[in-house]
């Protein structure tokens, strides 16, 4: 066993036998029996990715639907930093649910670069290894102990930069506070390892561990005991094996949160981790009960240690002149202190030992060895971890609730935190605006309202604003009024916001804020995240819940309480949160709450309830009176999501998690009789991977999906089984969910990578038996909008758009060799445009080879996929564009695209080689913003631009046949003699060319050759028709007058040099012709 400490044999001996009898108590894990464990044991931790047997769906054929990131890129909770010193553009962050990012730019932009290695999204510590830069450790599972932490499954290892990553075990440890990898060889790493931090804790797999074999077997070198965990370790860069642990006593329940006890203290070694000796009673240390610390050691002088130490009485900054023999507290400043157990990080300057800082809510600077400090403004408050280069102390990055930023002066400015979607968000709300808004509380931040899309490339910065309610709150917006929201927050906070005006009213239930004391001291106990629900049936009627319902039919003017206490209102659990030593009452841990509230969609007055302690209730007279319809199965939970259905009133579905007792299993449940009986309906869903939320699908009976701690589900048999629908989404909790019902999206809220949506519900929609049985199928394609704005695919910093216009999805059971062709005819049976999977979109071939195909899913630019699966396509609802010109074409303002479709029915047809194997018909509607805009009107704008298209590709046509004839004229006077009537003839051909180049001239600026050359050579005649066409397929709408007019003009205009021209064609060009010994071929006129 490892050592505490070896001042006595005889101490070593109590100590063995101490651990020993712990090994026989019975909440102890059977791994206690051994020290060392191999990185390849078995350690099944949640289940993200794991595949189900006999699925009710092939899993291969929703692969072909993608889900898309919307944002907000504003960065989320971040604990964990690092870099390296020679590598001064690179650092890492691990987000406390997105997973690991990284930014080889300074920070100006991040990216992912876990997804498709990590099964759990919740980062607790990082390090690369100082000794070769592309060695990253990475450590899962906070250790800053709030209320919402996510657990982690041990360790992972990248040693090409993270690129790729290798699991390395310690799944059972759960919460990694630190990582120290040894200076000089990336295969020796230190791991402070919480353990288990909530519901029942006592645990053996907690404490330090180390490798020395990159992180294949881990020993554990130093273990307190089963409640006490290692949060943070400190390594002697002059003397690596010197290092100083701290120990942590601490845990977690739904309604407590305790940090501190015996188990507490810091711990020495001088042998690089082999044994350990507790110095937390040297002198100079304080005295009674500890709580969480953190220590770090000067790199200029390694006598010099610092420790914050949370203690009742003593607490502060202490530092140790002689390597932690004695000890002195230089600052008992609370600003570096307060809220202990969610900060208290030290970090000792590299290039100056009187420099230090200490992070809190602020970011403390101290010049003097931490007497006195300064604080430095961040991007962000709350900070988390710091990583310095020691070879230019002016350059670090940042940890803090905002995600990394990073400083290249000392921290006088710093990179902006608007670079990741990694937002932390609670809930999910929509509104049917069009397109319509998502609503959502991010974490440390604001609530916010984002579109779900837009009419540019992308969904950025410009496209989300705040709305009512604060970082925990539901936000209910007003279905009468885009404008109105109403928002909660902690403290049971309820606002109003005007989001036209700017204002907002405070409407609270009982406005006695209760900021600090415990639950049983409020008349209404308010959860952290309190539901606040608008009524489906009367946009005036306004739920709020405590441990009661509440309504207002005023907008919150008034309240009347409609329920008693649904809860179990056990008093013995609603004392203050915190302590021993720091109590921590901000609502998070207020218990015997309603948790979720819903009414009814489909029938008034039926109301369902359900609390954070297991108790779920009815009501089907509008309040009146409440049943407890708890399924008599289900121990105390907190009852996450109640979706009432869409499709039978006494239908609805619980989704119900009992994380916080320590217990990971899932637990969704479902009522047909208005919960006079439940039905657990988990089948498919790991045993460890715990349930979220539950929604079901409004456009198809029995369709739910479900959403855990580390991915997404789908039944399609009413719950009965449940199949993986991760697709794209990485591995991240799941805190929400919601069905749009008109537009058919599916929209996720995440703990970590802000919101994402799966478009095009509707193929799972038609995922029928008798359509798996088809060799080949097409979908039914939804109607699409005529609405401006495609995607761009993915972007660093900004969300991604649904693809535009109309999306057709077809199913080939196997790769196909026969042609496979998608038509979109028109109204009137003309077909528009044509796809192929052998040509692309300019009709050239598609040549299978090994740089074109090298993968295999995706098919070339315009072409169809001909792979197995579910393929897609989208129309762009464009009509055929004009001819363009041969070599360099500039033109300004202007374009040769085709017009939009108008509004109608349209027919797609899918042909695999000469058989037509599906005919669908879809409705392209006008966007319904454009009340003023008439079908009529649409039809005149679509006219006039396909006009001036057909003369721009008059146009055009007629430019690349003077280009053409010219060269063929000049090969033929090559082959001319010197005799007089080669002469005459080489005479006449030139002259001809001339008149060809002035009529060219005319028509197109010849002297253009780069984009902003025409400011200089000006614009001709098809540069103003491409630059009218433009202007009237702006917007929507019908032509102006002077439209017509101009375009009369250009026409004229044009049609003078095309005349003059088709008149040299038929004339002189024929002539001359007739004349060479060996004329060219006929050239068509058009």
Same mark, same amino acid.
């Given at each position: 066993?490892?050592?505490?400490?070896?001042?006595?044999?005889?101490?070593?001996?109590?100590?063995?036998?101490?651990?020993?009898?712990?090994?026989?108590?019975?909440?102890?894990?059977?791994?206690?029996?051994?020290?060392?464990?191999?990185?390849?044991?078995?350690?099944?931790?949640?289940?993200?990715?794991?595949?189900?047997?006999?699925?009710?769906?092939?899993?291969?054929?929703?692969?072909?639907?993608?889900?898309?990131?919307?944002?907000?890129?504003?960065?989320?909770?971040?604990?964990?930093?690092?870099?390296?010193?020679?590598?001064?553009?690179?650092?890492?962050?691990?987000?406390?649910?997105?997973?690991?990012?990284?930014?080889?730019?300074?920070?100006?932009?991040?990216?992912?670069?876990?997804?498709?290695?990590?099964?759990?999204?919740?980062?607790g510590a990082i390090d690369v290894a100082d000794s070769d830069p592309n060695v990253i450790y990475v450590g899962m599972g906070e250790t800053d102990i709030r209320g919402n932490m996510s657990a982690g499954d041990g360790m992972y290892r990248s040693t090409d930069a993270g690129k790729t990553w290798t699991w390395l075990g310690l799944g059972e440890t759960r919460f990694i506070g630190d990582i120290e990898i040894h200076p000089e060889n990336p295969e020796v790493a230190w791991v402070a390892a919480m353990g288990k931090l909530f519901g029942p804790v006592e645990s053996s797999q907690r404490g330090v561990y180390k490798t020395t074999d990159g992180g294949k077997t881990w020993n554990q070198v130093l273990f307190k005991d089963a409640k006490t965990g290692a949060v943070d370790i400190a390594v002697d860069p002059n003397n690596p094996r010197i290092l100083f642990a701290a120990m942590w006593e601490a845990y977690r329940s739904p309604w407590e949160m305790s940090s501190g006890g015996e188990g507490s203290g810091l711990y020495k070694s001088v042998d690089g981790g082999e044994s350990w000796t507790e110095i937390t009673q040297n002198p100079g240390m304080p005295k009674g009960l500890i709580g969480k610390i953190g220590v770090s050691?000067?790199?200029?002088?390694?006598?010099?240690?610092?420790?914050?130490?949370?203690?009742?009485?003593?607490?502060?900054?202490?530092?140790?002149?002689?390597?932690?023999?004695?000890?002195?507290?230089?600052?008992?400043?609370?600003?570096?202190?307060?809220?202990?157990?969610?900060?208290?990080?030290?970090?000792?300057?590299?290039?100056?030992?009187?420099?230090?800082?200490?992070?809190?809510?602020?970011?403390?600077?101290?010049?003097?060895?931490?007497?006195?400090?300064?604080?430095?403004?961040?991007?962000?408050?709350?900070?988390?971890?710091?990583?310095?280069?020691?070879?230019?102390?002016?350059?670090?990055?940042?940890?803090?609730?905002?995600?990394?930023?990073?400083?290249?002066?000392?921290?006088?400015?710093?990179?902006?935190?608007?670079?990741?979607?990694?937002?932390?968000?609670?809930?999910?709300?929509?509104?049917?605006?069009?397109?319509?808004?998502?609503?959502?509380?991010?974490?440390?931040?604001?609530?916010?309202?984002?579109?779900?899309?837009?009419?540019?490339?992308?969904?950025?910065?410009?496209?989300?604003?705040?709305?009512?309610?604060?970082?925990?709150?539901?936000?209910?917006?007003?279905?009468?009024?885009?404008?109105?929201?109403?928002?909660?927050?902690?403290?049971?906070?309820?606002?109003?916001?005007?989001?036209?005006?700017?204002?907002?009213?405070?409407?609270?239930?009982?406005?006695?804020?209760?900021?600090?004391?415990?639950?049983?001291?409020?008349?209404?106990?308010?959860?952290?995240?309190?539901?606040?629900?608008?009524?489906?049936?009367?946009?005036?009627?306004?739920?709020?819940?405590?441990?009661?319902?509440?309504?207002?039919?005023?907008?919150?003017?008034?309240?009347?309480?409609?329920?008693?206490?649904?809860?179990?209102?056990?008093?013995?659990?609603?004392?203050?949160?915190?302590?021993?030593?720091?109590?921590?009452?901000?609502?998070?841990?207020?218990?015997?709450?309603?948790?979720?509230?819903? +009414?009814? @969609?489909?029938?008034? /007055? &039926? *109301?369902? $309830? #359900?609390?954070?302690? !297991? =108790?779920?209730?009815?009501?089907?007279?509008?309040?009146?009176?409440?049943?407890?319809?708890?399924?008599?199965?289900?121990?105390?939970?907190?009852?996450?999501?109640?979706?009432?259905?869409?499709?039978?009133?006494?239908?609805?579905?619980?989704?119900?998690?009992?994380?916080?007792?320590?217990?990971?299993?899932?637990?969704?449940?479902?009522?047909?009789?208005?919960?006079?009986?439940?039905?657990?309906?988990?089948?498919?869903?790991?045993?460890?991977?715990?349930?979220?939320?539950?929604? +079901?699908? @409004?456009?198809?009976? /029995? &369709? *739910?999906? $479900? #959403?855990?701690?580390? !991915? =997404?589900?789908?039944?399609?048999?009413?719950?009965?089984?449940?199949?993986?629908?991760?697709?794209?989404?990485?591995?991240?909790?799941?805190?929400?969910?919601?069905?749009?019902?008109?537009?058919?999206?599916?929209?996720?809220?995440?703990?970590?990578?802000?919101?994402?949506?799966?478009?095009?519900?509707?193929?799972?929609?038609?995922?029928?038996?008798?359509?798996?049985?088809?060799?080949?199928?097409?979908?039914?394609?939804?109607?699409?909008?005529?609405?401006?704005?495609?995607?761009?695919?993915?972007?660093?910093?900004? /969300?991604?758009?649904?693809? #535009?216009?109309?999306?057709?999805?077809?199913?080939?059971?196997?790769?196909?060799?026969?042609?496979?062709?998608?038509?979109?005819?028109?109204?009137?049976?003309?077909?528009?445009?044509?796809?192929?999977?052998?040509?692309?979109?300019?009709?050239?071939?598609?040549?299978?080879?090994?740089?074109?195909?090298?993968?295999?899913?995706?098919?070339?630019?315009?072409?169809?996929?001909?792979?197995?699966?579910?393929?897609?396509?989208?129309?762009?609802?464009?009509?055929?564009?004009?001819?363009?010109?041969?070599?360099?074409?500039?033109?300004?303002?202007?374009?040769?695209?085709?017009?939009?479709?108008?509004?109608?029915?349209?027919?797609?047809?899918?042909?695999?080689?000469?058989?037509?194997?599906?005919?669908?018909?879809?409705?392209?509607?006008?966007?319904?913003?454009?009340?003023?805009?008439?079908?009529?009107?649409?039809?005149?704008?679509?006219?006039?631009?396909?006009?001036?298209?057909?003369?721009?590709?008059?146009?055009?046509?007629?430019?690349?046949?003077?280009?053409?004839?010219?060269?063929?004229?000049?090969?033929?006077?090559?082959?001319?003699?010197?005799?007089?009537?080669?002469?005459?003839?080489?005479?006449?051909?030139?002259?001809?060319?001339?008149?060809?180049?002035?009529?060219?001239?005319?028509?197109?600026?010849?002297?253009?050759?780069?984009?902003?050359?025409?400011?200089?050579?000006?614009?001709?005649?098809?540069?103003?028709?491409?630059?009218?066409?433009?202007?009237?397929?702006?917007?929507?709408?019908?032509?102006?007058?002077?439209?017509?007019?101009?375009?009369?003009?250009?026409?004229?205009?044009?049609?003078?040099?095309?005349?003059?021209?088709?008149?040299?064609?038929?004339?002189?060009?024929?002539?001359?012709?007739?004349?060479?010994?060996?004329?060219?071929?006929?050239?068509?006129?058009?």
């Amino acid at each position: 066993m490892p050592y505490l400490g070896q001042k006595n044999g005889a101490q070593a001996h109590l100590t063995t036998i101490f651990i020993l009898l712990m090994l026989l108590f019975p909440l102890m894990d059977a791994e206690a029996q051994s020290r060392s464990r191999s990185s390849t044991e078995s350690e099944v931790i949640f289940g993200h990715g794991q595949e189900i047997e006999n699925p009710n769906v092939d899993p291969n054929i929703p692969k072909g639907l993608n889900y898309r990131n919307i944002g907000p890129f504003r960065g989320g909770r971040s604990v964990a930093v690092a870099g390296h010193d020679d590598q001064p553009y690179i650092y890492y962050t691990g987000f406390t649910g997105g997973g690991v990012y990284k930014t080889t730019d300074g920070g100006a932009t991040w990216y992912n670069i876990s997804d498709g290695f990590f099964k759990t999204g919740s980062v607790g510590a990082i390090d690369v290894a100082d000794s070769d830069p592309n060695v990253i450790y990475v450590g899962m599972g906070e250790t800053d102990i709030r209320g919402n932490m996510s657990a982690g499954d041990g360790m992972y290892r990248s040693t090409d930069a993270g690129k790729t990553w290798t699991w390395l075990g310690l799944g059972e440890t759960r919460f990694i506070g630190d990582i120290e990898i040894h200076p000089e060889n990336p295969e020796v790493a230190w791991v402070a390892a919480m353990g288990k931090l909530f519901g029942p804790v006592e645990s053996s797999q907690r404490g330090v561990y180390k490798t020395t074999d990159g992180g294949k077997t881990w020993n554990q070198v130093l273990f307190k005991d089963a409640k006490t965990g290692a949060v943070d370790i400190a390594v002697d860069p002059n003397n690596p094996r010197i290092l100083f642990a701290a120990m942590w006593e601490a845990y977690r329940s739904p309604w407590e949160m305790s940090s501190g006890g015996e188990g507490s203290g810091l711990y020495k070694s001088v042998d690089g981790g082999e044994s350990w000796t507790e110095i937390t009673q040297n002198p100079g240390m304080p005295k009674g009960l500890i709580g969480k610390i953190g220590v770090s050691v000067s790199p200029v002088n390694s006598n010099r240690v610092f420790a914050i130490v949370e203690n009742a009485t003593g607490g502060g900054l202490f530092r140790s002149e002689d390597g932690g023999d004695t000890w002195r507290r230089v600052s008992a400043d609370r600003n570096l202190r307060q809220r202990a157990w969610y900060y208290s990080k030290v970090v000792a300057d590299p290039g100056n030992e009187d420099v230090v800082y200490v992070l809190n809510v602020g970011f403390w600077k101290s010049k003097d060895g931490g007497a006195n400090f300064d604080r430095i403004g961040t991007p962000h408050a709350d900070h988390h971890d710091l990583w310095i280069a020691t070879n230019d102390p002016q350059r670090m990055v940042v940890a803090n609730d905002g995600g990394g930023q990073v400083s290249y002066n000392g921290g006088e400015g710093w990179s902006s935190y608007y670079t990741s979607a990694s937002a932390q968000i609670y809930q999910v709300a929509t509104d049917n605006q069009f397109p319509y808004m998502i609503y959502g509380a991010q974490q440390d931040n604001s609530t916010f309202a984002i579109r779900s899309r837009t009419s540019g490339g992308s969904i950025g910065e410009r496209d989300w604003w705040p709305v009512a309610g604060g970082e925990s709150g539901y936000i209910a917006p007003d279905p009468d009024n885009p404008n109105v929201t109403f928002g909660g927050s902690y403290g049971g906070y309820l606002n109003k916001y005007d989001s036209e005006l700017g204002l907002s009213d405070r409407i609270d239930v009982w406005p006695d804020n209760p900021m600090g004391a415990g639950a049983k001291d409020a008349k209404y106990r308010f959860q952290w995240t309190f539901p606040i629900v608008i009524s489906p049936h009367n946009p005036d009627v306004l739920y709020a819940t405590s441990q009661h319902v509440h309504r207002s039919t005023d907008e919150g003017m008034s309240w009347e309480t409609i329920s008693p206490d649904l809860t179990r209102n056990d008093t013995t659990k609603q004392d203050e949160s915190g302590g021993p030593i720091t109590k921590d009452d901000t609502s998070v841990e207020y218990y015997n709450t309603i948790f979720s509230f819903v +009414e009814s @969609p489909i029938e008034p /007055g &039926l *109301l369902w $309830a #359900g609390a954070d302690d !297991g =108790l779920v209730h009815i009501s089907r007279n509008n309040g009146q009176s409440w049943v407890n319809v708890t399924p008599k199965d289900m121990p105390e939970a907190m009852i996450s999501i109640i979706d009432a259905s869409h499709h039978a009133a006494g239908t609805a579905y619980i989704a119900a998690t009992r994380y916080k007792f320590g217990d990971f299993s899932p637990m969704l449940y479902k009522t047909t009789n208005y919960g006079e009986s439940w039905t657990k309906i988990i089948t498919g869903i790991p045993p460890m991977d715990f349930t979220r939320a539950i929604r +079901e699908d @409004p456009n198809r009976a /029995g &369709l *739910l999906y $479900a #959403g855990t701690e580390t !991915g =997404l589900y789908v039944s399609f048999d009413d719950g009965k089984q449940w199949q993986p629908l991760q697709l794209n989404l990485p591995a991240v909790p799941i805190t929400d969910l919601a069905v749009h019902k008109r537009d058919k999206d599916l929209i996720v809220a995440t703990q970590g990578r802000s919101f994402w949506i799966l478009d095009d519900l509707p193929v799972l929609h038609q995922l029928q038996d008798d359509v798996l049985a088809k060799s080949h199928h097409l979908f039914d394609p939804e109607d699409p909008y005529l609405f401006g704005g495609r995607s761009w695919g993915s972007s660093a910093t900004a /969300g991604q758009n649904p693809q #535009g216009g109309a999306v057709v999805y077809y199913y080939l059971a196997e790769d196909e060799d026969q042609e496979i062709k998608l038509e979109f005819v028109d109204m009137r049976d003309q077909v528009v445009q044509s796809y192929s999977s052998k040509e692309d979109w300019r009709g050239r071939p598609v040549r299978e080879s090994a740089l074109f195909h090298e993968d295999e899913e995706q098919a070339p630019r315009g072409s169809l996929s001909d792979k197995a699966g579910l393929q897609s396509y989208a129309w762009g609802l464009d009509y055929p564009g004009v001819t363009n010109i041969n070599g360099r074409q500039i033109l300004w303002a202007g374009s040769t695209a085709g017009p939009r479709a108008v509004p109608g029915t349209y027919t797609v047809r899918m042909y695999v080689g000469d058989e037509l194997v599906g005919e669908k018909e879809f409705e392209v509607k006008k966007d319904p913003r454009l009340e003023q805009i008439s079908q009529e009107d649409l039809v005149k704008q679509f006219e006039l631009v396909q006009t001036i298209n057909a003369k721009l590709d008059s146009t055009h046509k007629a430019i690349n046949k003077i280009r053409s004839v010219r060269e063929e004229l000049r090969e033929q006077m090559g082959s001319l003699g010197v005799d007089e009537s080669s002469k005459a003839l080489r005479e006449r051909a030139q002259a001809m060319m001339k008149a060809m180049t002035e009529i060219e001239e005319a028509l197109v600026q010849t002297k253009a050759e780069a984009t902003q050359d025409v400011l200089n050579f000006p614009i001709r005649l098809n540069n103003k028709l491409a630059a009218l066409k433009s202007t009237v397929a702006t917007g929507y709408g019908r032509p102006t007058a002077q439209q017509y007019a101009v375009y009369e003009d250009l026409a004229v205009k044009t049609d003078v040099h095309l005349t003059r021209l088709q008149k040299i064609w038929n004339g002189e060009y024929t002539d001359i012709l007739e004349e060479f010994e060996n004329p060219v071929m006929p050239i068509n006129n058009d």
